[in-house]
């Protein structure tokens, strides 16, 4: 079998033991604002945020380093 196939099966039953054993809702209150959830989904939300915020820095902070090195170089 090929390892990335196996590497994706594992993740997977990982992900689906995770989603099942945190069903449980939680609630969210923010100043008048009030939602409902899964705390899997919580969890997935906050780690996708994370995720985008952290690829957006990054990418922000590459830019500013190619915008610096392309003025000295002129």
Known sequence: MNIKLVLILFLASLAVIFIAQNVAAVEIVFLYW???????????F???TGFFLGWFLHSYVLYRKYKVE???LR
């Open 70 to 72: 392309s003025v000295y």
């Open 34 to 44: 009030k939602v409902s959830m899964s705390s899997a989904l919580l969890i997935f």
């Open 46 to 48: 906050t780690l996708m």
